[in-house]
C-alpha cells in the first residue's frame, strides 16, 4: 500500500516538476493529453470506455496543464473534474483504511507465558490465569486465555477405573 502512495507521490512531483518549464514541456504534455484521449477514443466498441490507467493520467495532466479545458476533445470537463473526485476519495480510503478487521492478535510473548504459567500450575483454569495476566497488566480476555492453554491428557488412571455400585 505504501509503494503506492510513494508511486502518487513521484508522479506529482514529475508532473510539478515538468510544469515549471512552460514552452517545450507544455507543449509535450497537450499532445500527451490529446494522445491519451485518442488512444481511449480508437479502442471503443458500442460506448466509449477508459480504462482506469487512462484516466488517471488525464487527471494528473489535469493537474498540469494551464488551459487543459481547450485540449478536452472526447471527455467533458465535468466527467474530467467527476473523475478527480473519484481518485481523491479512493486514495484517501486506501491510505485510512484499517489494515485487518477484527480483534487485533495476541502478540507472541503473551502466549508463551499463558502456555509456561498454565504448564507450571496444572490446577489453574482460565479464570485464574486471566487475573494473574491482569494483575501483570495484560489486556486480555478470559476466553483468549482458555483458548491458548494447552489442552491436558486425561489422566490414564481415571480413565481406565470403572466403578460399580
Request: glycine letters at 4%; proline letters at 4%; aromatic letters at 14%.
Amino acid at each position: 500500500m505504501h509503494y503506492k502512495l510513494s508511486l502518487l507521490t513521484n508522479f506529482f512531483f514529475l508532473f510539478y516538476f515538468l510544469s515549471q518549464h512552460k514552452t517545450e514541456t507544455q507543449t509535450e504534455l497537450q499532445i500527451l493529453f490529446l494522445k491519451t484521449q485518442i488512444v481511449a477514443y480508437k479502442r471503443r466498441k458500442k460506448k466509449f470506455h477508459t480504462k482506469p490507467f487512462q484516466r488517471l493520467t488525464l487527471v494528473l495532466l489535469f493537474y498540469v496543464l494551464y488551459d487543459w479545458k481547450t485540449n478536452l476533445a472526447i471527455v467533458s470537463p465535468d466527467t474530467l473534474l467527476t473523475w478527480r473526485k473519484q481518485k481523491f476519495k479512493t486514495f484517501w480510503a486506501t491510505i485510512s483504511k484499517r489494515k485487518k478487521a477484527g480483534r487485533p492478535n495476541v502478540a507472541w510473548p503473551v502466549i508463551k507465558l499463558i502456555r509456561r504459567v498454565a504448564k507450571e500450575n496444572r490446577i489453574w483454569g482460565a479464570t485464574k490465569l486471566h487475573g494473574l495476566l491482569q494483575k501483570i497488566g495484560y489486556d486480555i480476555s478470559e476466553r483468549t486465555v482458555s483458548k491458548y492453554i494447552p489442552k491436558r491428557p486425561t489422566d490414564p488412571k481415571k480413565c481406565g477405573e470403572i466403578v460399580f455400585t
